[in-house]
């Protein structure tokens, strides 16, 4: 059975086509209609998870921690069905569009930080986020998932894309996947992993829940 959809989330036709939709103000030329905009799985790791029918746990109204925000494309949907929503990233010239972003968003909150140094950010933070996003390009994505484990509640979700090719081009997507969740079981239980095929290549969305 494939899981609800987040209140905030529906699918409304666009082009005669049924597709994820949220209401908010428009961010990287999406179609919109009556105030809808698409949510589109092959430019969000997190649409393309729930799109594939992942038991993400999404109700709507989550506290998030958004890590690896880029210049905003999936955290603002985030933000649009969710609560206070925490967005970092380490760049500066994507911040600055993630800062346009947020004016139109008042419970979005660009973080210029590394995801890898969770103390940077602890300060501003809340304790027990409902929700751990995870989309950073970096090696050892899983063992930043554990460093943020202190942000998450006892029974939130990490809600995570493992990027093979993030970690090493040279080796086959399913050996680092497998190496990606033994990392993560230190401190997770993990739920639920699927391809993110035909959205993203060589990508394994994760649903896992704080040990």
Do not use: C
Request: no cysteine.
């Amino acid at each position: 059975m494939t899981p609800d959809l987040p209140d905030g989330v529906e699918r409304r036709t666009f082009d005669g086509r049924e597709r994820l939709a949220t209401r908010g103000d428009p961010v990287y030329g999406e179609p919109t209609d009556e105030g809808w905009r698409v949510w589109d799985a092959g430019r969000s790791k997190l649409g393309a998870m729930v799109e594939l029918g992942l038991d993400t746990g999404l109700a709507g109204g989550e506290t998030a921690l958004y890590l690896g925000a880029a210049s905003g494309t999936t955290v603002s949907h985030v933000a649009d069905f969710g609560g206070p929503t925490y967005a970092v990233e380490f760049a500066p010239r994507p911040v600055r569009d993630l800062v346009g972003v947020a004016e139109d968003r008042p419970n979005l909150f660009p973080l210029l930080k590394d995801a890898r140094k969770p103390e940077t950010y602890a300060h501003v933070v809340e304790s027990d986020v409902d929700l751990l996003v995870q989309d950073v390009a970096t090696r050892g994505q899983a063992r930043v998932a554990v460093r943020n484990r202190e942000f998450l509640a006892d029974d939130g979700r990490l809600l995570a894309a493992i990027k093979a090719r993030s970690e090493d081009v040279t080796r086959d997507p399913d050996d680092v996947f497998a190496d990606a969740l033994a990392d993560l079981e230190e401190s997770y239980e993990v739920l639920e992993t699927e391809r993110l095929e035909p959205y993203h290549d060589d990508h394994l969305g994760v649903v896992a829940r704080p040990l």
